[in-house]
């Protein structure tokens, strides 16, 4: 587990801009039975492509694009584990991965970005594909 004054800024950098923090499994499953409309969840890491790709991106994407999610929230991987296993079982049937960035839409998992599709992209590659799922799965506002 990594210590709470090392990730602060972490989480801090995704909940500046609206994001809700789903610390306990039972926060998880209380949103995602009241999943109605668009969910942005993002599963966020100490890793160096969240930091340098995955949580910027997401935040670009979130301020230049007119069409976004209703819901933003977000679980630590490697600090929230009860959190975030519950989470990735709702992120079936993709395997775990850590950061990742899921779209819900009324509680079905419709777009999903795995560490993989992460790794060695820059952020606006990140906020571009963001932005493009945003506008397939998302209502514009």
């Known amino acids: ?3 709470p004054h090392l990730v602060a800024p972490m989480k801090d950098d995704l909940l ?3 994001f809700e ?3 306990t499994a039972d926060k998880v499953d209380e949103v995602m039975q009241n999943a ?3 969910m942005l969840v993002v599963v966020n ?5 969240a930091a340098g790709a ?7 994407a979130l301020a230049h694009s007119d069409i976004k999610p209703d819901k933003l929230v977000t679980v630590f991987a490697g600090v929230d584990f009860d959190a975030t296993a519950r989470m990735r079982e709702y ?3 993709y395997p775990p991965s850590s950061p990742s960035i899921g779209i819900f839409k009324d509680g079905e998992l419709v777009h999903f970005i795995e560490r993989h599709h992460i790794e060695g ?10 932005e493009m799922a945003f506008e397939e799965f998302c209502e514009k506002a």
């Open 16 to 18: 500046s801009v609206g």
């Open 21 to 23: 923090d789903l610390n």
């Open 36 to 38: 109605d409309g668009t």
């Open 121 to 130: 992209r820059s952020a606006q590659m990140i906020a571009q594909h963001l």
């Open 54 to 60: 995955a949580r910027p991106g997401v935040k670009a």
């Open 1 to 3: 587990m990594y210590p």
């Open 91 to 93: 992120l079936l049937p």
């Open 45 to 49: 890491s100490v890793c160096g492509c």
